[in-house]
């Protein structure tokens, strides 16, 4: 099976959890929506979602109502990402995997990174009235590249 179909599967089966779970109706233009958004190279903009869906007649209005639905239900994460200028990009949450990122505030660099002390931090907290399921934290800074062209220019 495509990773793409899989994903897709485990994403419509969130879905339909979340509708019911708020009394929602399902429809097949947001399936089509979401089969599309799983296709997609992640993570991907709206901009793109919405040239995938213009073959398929789908209007602009749908695809984004669709999108907040998914963030919603927690099928795609919703980050806002400065590479040049602010746009939002989303990515499918597979299964319940935490993220920590560093983040090029200079270049839009984002890279995945590994810190087993702020992971066991997290997860260990408590919050009351809150089940934790994931979480995201991203650390803001300058990367190695950035960071050369600028002793280069110094120099
Ligand atoms: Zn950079």
Redesign the pocket.
């Known amino acids: 099976m495509l990773k793409s179909a899989r994903a897709y599967i485990l994403a419509q089966e969130k879905l339909v959890r979340f509708l019911h779970e708020h009394e929602k109706r399902p429809s097949k233009v947001r399936n089509i929506v979401l089969s599309l958004a799983c296709a997609l190279p992640q993570p991907f903009t709206a901009e793109q979602l919405q040239r995938a869906c213009e073959a398929e007649r789908i209007s602009v209005g749908t695809v984004y109502n669709s999108l907040n639905t998914f963030v919603d239900a927690q099928i795609f994460r919703a980050t806002e990402r400065q590479r040049g200028k602010a746009a939002t990009e989303y990515e499918l949450i597979t299964g319940s995997s935490n993220r920590l990122q560093i983040v090029?505030k200079?270049?839009g660099?984002v890279t995945d990174i590994t810190d087993k002390a702020i992971t066991t931090l997290v997860q260990d907290r408590k919050y009351s009235n809150f089940n934790m399921q994931h979480f995201s934290l991203f650390i803001y800074g300058?990367?190695r590249?950035?960071r050369k062209k600028k002793i280069k220019t110094k120099a």
């Open positions: 090029c200079k270049c660099r300058e990367c590249i950035c």
